[in-house]
């Protein structure tokens, strides 16, 4: 039986709230996540994440198949248990930093989609906060070029281990 502190409950809660807004998750499946984030290696087991989420077995099972079917988390089982583990994928920080490029880069289209509308029918407004714009842009530009270099680096890391 899983025995969580009053802290990693609020802390559970919190990433959860932001799982569930960044990632677009249901509250459950956030929860789950964000349990199995503050998990050590291990894990957590079946009736660990029910007691902890205080949800239905079938709730919890399908926001877990979810989470599997994003490649947010894995399971595995132990020699001689029949139940089943979960824990993050080993892969959930490069599809954290992925998601963030993905943002990042829809983000920085709309920018340029606005600046060039603007230059074309916005001249006066164009020039005034070109310079605002161009800003803008070169930040997206560079948090870009600092999610690939990372992912890379991530990307190195593991294909050492």
């Not at 802290?7 to 569930?20: A, H, P, S, T």
């Not at 583990?85 to 920085?108: G, V």
């Not at 600046?115 to 560079?142: C, I, V």
């Amino acid at each position: 039986m899983e025995h969580i502190s009053k802290e990693q409950k609020q802390l559970i809660e919190e990433v959860g709230l932001m799982l569930e807004e960044r990632s677009d998750l249901s509250p459950l499946a956030a929860r789950i996540y964000a349990a199995l984030i503050l998990s050590c290696y291990d894990g957590l087991s079946f009736d660990n994440i029910i007691q902890i989420t205080q949800a239905s077995k079938s709730s919890v099972s399908s926001n877990i198949n979810v989470l599997i079917q994003l490649h947010y988390i894995e399971y595995y089982t132990k020699p001689g248990d029949r139940k089943r583990y979960f824990r993050t994928s080993r892969f959930y920080i490069m599809n954290t930093m992925e998601q963030h490029l993905f943002t990042i880069d829809k983000e920085l289209e709309i920018v340029q989609k606005i600046n060039t509308f603007n230059k074309a029918n916005n001249p006066d407004k164009f020039k005034n906060e070109k310079y605002l714009g161009s800003l803008f842009e070169e930040y997206l530009k560079d948090q870009r070029e600092k999610i690939t270099s990372k992912l890379k680096k991530i990307t190195d890391f593991q294909n050492q281990a």
